[in-house]
């Protein structure tokens, strides 16, 4: 036989090998789709489309150019399985292991967290993934052996072998078809961009895209199309009538607003006086959960504290996780309902990409404030180094640089204490008022058998739930910490502002709790707003996370900037936002197309505006947020 190729020779040549490898995507993609299905309870095909099967077709064709890449590489069919083999475990796992603890799926941003080694472990179970892909790693490669030895070698004329081709012909053939499913890869990475031919399969497949939930996207549309669907995608897209002249209007619309906030506040505000916020993770107040009964109160202090000053809830954007999007709100004023619900986590996929990011640290800053964050755990999680520069502040204190960091119970993380007292340190050596941004760690998951005495906490049905119990101990223990921080505040010279609040609730709860209490209880947390001075008390059962500042400044009777004054007309009009939905102060959920023309020009106005700041060309960011008009800065 010639060693010249023809197509004919190069079809029988190539059809055992797109064969073997078409199955081996079909294998994966429905181990992946099965991981979706044990996550769910009940009838299993309830969020399926007609057009499923479809859909799953579509997918596999994805995954098949995956695994054409893999095999383009490795040039080996038992490497191939192999490899695909223990990714698919590992893929499957994880999956399945987060919506158990966070009730979400699996996001192509999750890989940043592949450095966080330690943190995955305690969120996923790493030990777990280990042994599940390394078990499977082993059954596919001694499958893939014995599965050989059986056949024997076979000769070099045989047609099936593709990696021993004549002459030159299979490795050049490998270059094209990896080449080829590269480029498809990559296309299908893009599927978020006007035109992209993957998205438009999965549309003509009968796709229902549900960007208010996560979950409805993967379980009704497929694995595939949801991690697709969650790719990259644009921040926000510019609203219709975005110019330096509608910015102008604005600006000079919220600087009148200020100015008549102003009238009635205090001229010097927060000046010389310090400010601590306090994100204590996972903190939540248990006792106002149905079908949740605890052998004690594990926050009495800090609901006393609440009942004295400014307090209410937040709407938290997660459960079991989420902790970065509350502090992203926090530091910016800005919601995340606001994004397109693809952009999951702006601290990792938005604020690094600018060298500086508008956020309310600058706005500290230029009343005198050194800002400084704390956190004690890993500088990279949630790229958070790279954040704290780009918000602006001074100085990032992390688990490295603790003066005395201590841990409680067994394998536990720096405790509440240790962090609260890092805090006063500063506060005391500091000849400058400090604005201070504080992330706790001590609360964070796992949870199982970390304290010799959980507290006792029984279910809808009477049954214990020992990782609720030991969440409830840690609670206590962050109440104690806490109660002591404020006796530390009192003690300073210089005034302090103390605000502390939850990000989520765990995710330990069964699901009998979460169906029992509704969405909206499940994303609850507490804050609380208190000063070493009197300051006016604000009763605000629900809010948003963005309004912690505006809330501090009404607090403390300081005056507003046209931003914070922006904010605060929000807040009466609309003070919680998720998705499409509002909520008014009562917890009741406003449709953001039934508000009213008032309601309506503020929520116009400020996506205006965060668009502006967060993606636009900052043509207000001087005026909004410092109420002097000034050309874009950048």
């Known amino acids: 036989m010639s060693s010249q190729w023809d197509w004919r020779t190069l079809a029988v040549r190539s059809a055992p090998t797109l064969r073997t490898t078409f199955l081996l995507a079909l294998g994966c993609n429905v181990v992946l789709e099965a991981s979706r299905l044990v996550a769910v309870e009940g009838a299993l095909w309830r969020f399926k489309t007609p057009w499923f099967p479809a859909l799953f077709l579509v997918g596999t064709l994805v995954v098949w150019a995956a695994v054409g890449l893999v095999h383009a590489v490795t040039g080996r069919a038992w490497l191939t399985r192999t490899v695909l083999v223990a990714l698919t475990a590992v893929v499957a796992v994880a999956d399945l292991q987060k919506v158990r603890v966070r009730e979400e799926p699996l996001y192509p941003s999750d890989l940043a967290f592949v450095t966080q080694l330690r943190l995955l472990a305690d969120m996923v179970g790493l030990t777990w993934l280990l042994v599940a892909g390394g078990g499977l790693t082993v059954a596919a490669a001694t499958t893939a052996w014995l599965l050989r030895s059986r056949r024997g070698r076979r000769t070099p004329s045989d047609p099936s072998r593709t990696d021993q081709a004549p002459g030159s012909a299979g490795p050049a053939l490998r270059v094209v078809a990896g080449a080829l499913c590269l480029l498809a890869l990559v296309h299908a990475a893009h599927f978020n961009q006007p035109g992209n031919l993957v998205r438009a399969a999965f549309d003509a497949a009968g796709a229902e895209w549900r960007p208010w939930s996560q979950q409805r996207n993967y379980l009704g549309n497929s694995f595939v199309a949801g991690v697709l669907y969650n790719t990259d995608v644009p921040p926000m897209a510019a609203p219709a009538g975005y110019g330096p002249a509608a910015m102008a209007e604005i600006v000079r619309r919220y600087a009148a607003h200020a100015r008549q906030i102003n009238q ?132 990032f204190v992390h688990e490295e640089t603790l003066s005395a960091p201590r841990r409680l119970g067994h394998e536990g993380y720096v405790s509440d204490a240790s962090a609260f007292d890092e805090v006063v340190s500063r506060l005391r050596g500091s000849d400058r008022p400090l604005f201070v941004q504080l992330v706790t760690m001590q609360n964070h998951i796992p949870y199982e058998e970390r304290y010799d005495h959980p507290i006792p906490v029984r279910g809808p049905d009477g049954g214990p739930l020992p990782p609720t119990g030991q969440y409830l101990r840690g609670l206590w223990h962050s109440d104690r910490a806490l109660q002591a921080l404020v006796q530390d505040l009192r003690q300073l010279p210089e005034r302090t ?106 929520l116009r106005d400020y996506r205006m505006v965060q668009y502006d700041l967060a993606v636009g060309r900052r043509w207000s960011e001087t005026g909004m947020l410092s109420g002097r008009a000034g050309r874009p800065t950048r």
Request: net charge neutral; proline share 10%.
């Open 264 to 395: 009635d506040r205090e001229p010097a505000g927060l000046r010389g006086v310090n400010v601590v916020m306090v994100l204590s993770e996972s903190l939540s107040d248990p006792t106002v959960l149905r079908g949740v009964t605890a052998g004690r109160d594990p926050i009495p202090f800090t609901r006393r504290l609440m009942r004295s000053t400014t307090s209410g809830s937040l709407l938290a954007p997660g459960i079991g996780g989420g902790t970065a999007n509350a502090e992203f709100e926090v530091l910016t004023g800005m919601s995340l309902a606001l994004f397109p619900p693809q952009l999951r986590v702006p601290f990792q996929m938005l604020v690094p990409e600018r060298t500086r990011f508008p956020s309310l640290v600058q706005w500290y800053e230029t009343t005198g404030h050194r800002p400084i964050a704390v956190h004690p755990f890993s500088t990279e999680m949630y790229r958070r180094r790279d954040v704290y520069r780009a918000f602006g502040f001074d100085a």
């Open 497 to 602: 502002v103390l605000v502390v609040y939850g990000d989520h609730l765990p995710g330990t709860y069964p699901e009998a709790v979460r169906e029992l209490n509704g969405w909206l209880a499940m994303h609850r947390t507490p804050f609380v707003v208190w000063s070493t001075f009197p300051g006016t008390a604000v009763h605000a059962p629900l809010v948003s996370p963005a309004h912690l500042t505006d809330l501090v400044l009404q607090h403390t009777d300081a005056p507003v900037t046209p931003y914070t004054a922006l904010l605060t007309r929000l807040r009466a009009e609309l003070p919680a936002l998720s998705g499409r939905v509002g909520y008014d102060a009562a917890g009741r959920p406003v449709p953001v197309t039934d508000l009213d023309p008032h309601a309506r020009r503020l």
